[in-house]
């Protein structure tokens, strides 16, 4: 029976070529973008599920509030963590990590190799004992308990030591802290899964430097900069556990607390959502927003959808010409079952082959859709076995879904009336083609509805006046004791290029996650009724050098020491206004150490420091000039020849810095960076609601064509009365342009709902315009006007006599 109905449904699909190609082809297309979608999708929530007992692992973060502000720090203050362990037997074991702040790149040298890598932690000698990590070489046990031990990644491990055993040697690291030697106790990669952990050496805390510091570290209330992570025992109640957190942070920390005037609350976030949750400040690794993967699941459920509406209206518009095979069928014994499995045995087989074709065309646009969303999909996807589960529930679920109504449909017809030439039912087949029409354009409507608006969004973020000018800015970095002792001398060789406007020096730059931030209040005032304000370090010339207005006093002068800048915003939360901010005393204080005070020489336009996701905060610039404060150079230019003045700069560079790779970064690239979410979005959206268009067209090709050879003798008739080409063009299009305006009316307002939640992520967005909707309404009048006027235009310039040759 069932090689029967694979027999006629193969003879089936041979026969109608054009239909079976419009129907296999989108299939494919919709499961490619579908299949991709959903792989990328668990991608994304894979981080962190490789380490044992994950579930019991936990990471501590910091709620801060003060005066109506609150911010969710991913980080706690050093001392929380171990305290955590002592006084709690809910809690396992802990581990810290910390960034080597202010010390990006480090210089690694091994007997003659020597070379610059990144993302270098400090970590607790806990941190193998709480996450899980593949020891290539090396045992996983007490590998960071020595002090000056490192753990390297496996790639940095083969840079320097090529085919060596890397365990036990000794390499040296030059970086912000100075040169020291340390002991390589172990070698990982990350076979087994990824992590929101961004590290290619792991340092043992008790190694000097910024490690130290955390160990030595006593602030409750400030210092939130360390990563704290806790693995509770098996079975803990953790929200009972989160209950005490308010009476532990208080019995340790109250004094602190009080001095600082903010409310502080801990959280324990589970490890393995960290990827796919967002709202936090100072994230190590860039997180990915559950509403973005939710936004690509509706799209792929959307794509396949759109495929299977195509297959749904292909297949009951060619009921007419399969009508009598049923009566025949019914006639000679055939029941209504049997007709629904057979035409459900070639809904299925449409899937199949489809899902069979997108595979290989899935491997070829691999590379293609990974640069797209920025993933790293590799082809060992093929490898896992849920996969093909997926794969053949997609088979299941479109064939079911693109053949049940068609079968119902056609099974239902009655044998007599249907071998006599009257098949119609009670269910309006031509109805349903139309609702599923305009079922299309809606969504293909909303998406480039999306497109226009996610568009604009972004030209809004690049065109903004942010309030200083990011354009014509390069950024030099440096990241060892060495090369900050040879900047002034760079800086002052850079200000003989004709080229170059301005040099500053700052521990920071604009458009960078802000690392510095303390309490301020006025003469009379204390740290319990401050105001939190960020700040950088800067020279005489950073204002200058980035555009910022000075809207009252005087920007920073040679040897101002204890002066600082401050925005408009921090005046208004002190109650000064600009005239009488001159001279004004901002006081702090940090327990044990006496209260100590800064004077504002200047008062400063607001300027979006930050991204325009966030409102401008209580900023200000502190001058210094220590030069071991600085890592950062900002050099304004004034050039048409971005080439010959980078050949300069280069020369300069290698004459001051011979053995240091010539590294630099352009402002705006790195302000733009910051969106780098919804470029990616923009990205999403803009392919695969192509790959929707592209799918919606085939189906409407296919009911055009269908719908003008159904009209075949009409159009000839009408053609010998005297009709146009353009008449009938007109005639055989209105109907179709009819449902696109029907779907422009029902997406207008969905799409404007969709859109305007997007936009509140900004705290500076663009008004949603009428505009918008009607480019998005136009592009779809457009798309089907091409699409039904080639077979329309077709249909009208046929020789009638051929049409009613059999009248």
């Given at each position: ?100 702040i202010g010390a990006k790149q480090h210089l690694l ?526 050099v304004a230019t004034d050039s048409k020849n971005y ?165």
């Amino acid at each position: 029976m069932f090689k029967n109905y694979l027999k006629t449904s193969i003879r089936s699909l041979l026969k109608n070529k054009t239909f079976s190609f419009i129907n296999i082809f989108g299939l494919a297309v919709g499961t490619l973008c579908c299949i991709y979608i959903l792989l990328y999708i668990e991608d994304q929530y894979s981080y962190d599920k490789h380490h044992n007992n994950v579930q019991d692992i936990y990471r501590i973060t910091s709620s801060l509030a003060s005066k109506g502000e609150k911010h969710n720090m991913s980080t706690a203050s050093p001392p929380i963590a171990p305290a955590l362990k002592n006084d709690f037997a809910e809690v396992k074991q802990f581990t810290r990590l910390v960034t080597t702040i202010g010390a990006k790149q480090h210089l690694l040298s091994y007997k003659e190799k020597s070379f610059y890598e990144q993302d270098a932690v400090f970590v607790d000698s806990t941190f193998f004992d709480v996450f899980t990590y593949h020891f290539v070489n090396g045992k996983s046990l007490k590998v960071l308990d020595e002090p000056y031990s490192v753990v390297l990644l496996k790639p940095v491990a083969d840079k320097l030591f090529g085919n060596e055993d890397p365990v036990g040697k000794v390499i040296e690291i030059n970086n912000t802290y100075g040169k020291n030697n340390f002991k390589v106790t172990g070698v990982v990669d990350e076979s087994f899964g990824k992590s929101h952990i961004k590290a290619n050496m792991f340092i043992a805390m008790n190694s000097g430097g910024m490690g130290e510091y955390v160990r030595q570290n006593d602030a409750w209330a400030g210092n939130n900069f360390t990563n704290a992570y806790v693995k509770l025992q098996p079975n803990t109640n953790v929200a009972a556990l989160e209950a005490k957190l308010p009476q532990f942070l208080q019995s340790h920390g109250a004094q602190q607390l009080k001095t600082f005037g903010f409310d502080k609350q801990l959280h324990l976030q589970p490890v393995s959502s960290i990827h796919t949750t967002t709202g936090y400040e100072a994230e190590m690794t860039k997180t990915v927003s559950p509403s973005l993967l939710y936004i690509l699941l509706l799209i792929a459920v959307l794509i396949q959808v759109i495929a299977c509406i195509n297959f749904m209206n292909l297949s009951t518009a060619r009921a007419s010409k399969r009508a009598k095979e049923v009566g025949v069928r019914k006639v000679i014994g055939a029941e209504r079952k049997d007709l629904i499995k057979q035409f459900l045995s070639e809904s299925f087989l449409l899937s199949l082959v489809g899902v069979l074709i997108a595979l290989p065309l899935l491997l070829l646009a691999l590379p293609f859709l990974n640069r797209i969303t920025g993933a790293d999909i590799q082809y060992s996807f093929l490898a896992n076995y849920r996969l093909w589960f997926l794969l053949a529930g997609i088979v299941v679920i479109t064939g079911l879904i693109a053949g049940s109504y068609p079968a119902f449909y056609l099974s239902a017809f009655q044998a007599i009336k249907v071998i006599k030439g009257n098949f119609t039912n009670q269910i309006s087949a031509a109805g349903i083609r139309r609702s599923l029409v305009v079922f299309q354009f809606v969504l293909s409507i909303i998406l480039i509805a999306g497109i226009i608006v996610i568009y604009s969004q972004l030209r809004y973020t690049e065109n903004k006046d942010l309030g200083f000018d990011k354009n014509q800015k390069l950024v030099f970095s440096f990241y060892t004791q060495d090369t900050k002792s040879k900047m002034q001398s760079f800086a002052d060789d850079l200000r003989g290029l004709a080229e170059v406007k301005n040099v500053s020096k700052a521990n920071n730059y604009l458009s960078q996650f802000v690392i510095n931030d303390m309490g301020v209040y006025l003469a009379g005032g204390n740290m319990a009724n401050g105001t939190n304000v960020q700040f950088m370090i800067t020279d005489e010339y950073f204002a200058k050098a980035n555009g910022i207005k000075i809207i009252s006093g005087r920007d920073f002068h040679l040897y101002d020491s204890g002066k600082v800048l401050v925005n408009e915003t921090l005046l208004k939360r002190l109650g000064l206004t600009p005239e009488k901010a001159i001279g004004t005393r901002l006081y702090s204080k940090f327990d044990p150490d006496p209260e100590f005070y800064s004077e504002i020489a200047g008062v400063m336009k607001d300027f979006n420091y930050n991204s325009l996701h966030d409102e401008i905060r209580p900023f200000m610039l502190a001058y210094s000039q220590n030069e071991s404060m600085f890592s950062h150079l900002i050099v304004a230019t004034d050039s048409k020849n971005y080439q010959a003045l980078l050949q300069k700069i280069k020369a300069i560079w290698q004459k001051d810095f011979p053995a240091v790779p010539f590294e630099y970064t352009f402002l705006d690239d790195e302000v733009q960076k910051q969106y780098e979410t919804e470029i990616t979005l923009s990205r999403i959206i803009n392919s695969f609601t192509l790959m929707a268009i592209i799918i919606s067209c085939l189906g409407l090709f296919g009911l055009a064509a269908f719908s003008a050879e159904q009209r075949r003798k009409e159009i000839g008739v009408r053609k010998v009365l005297g009709a146009s080409i353009f008449n009938l063009t007109t005639l055989l299009s209105s109907d179709f342009l009819k449902l696109v305006a029907i779907a422009i009316v029902i997406a207008t307002p969905v799409a404007w709902w969709a859109m305007s939640k997007w936009l509140q992520s900004f705290a500076y967005r663009i008004d949603i315009s009428w505009w918008m909707f009607a480019i998005a309404g136009l592009v779809a009048v457009l798309i089907a006007l091409v699409t039904v006027s080639f077979q329309s235009i077709k249909a009208a310039i046929a020789n009638p006599v051929k049409s009613l040759r059999s009248e």
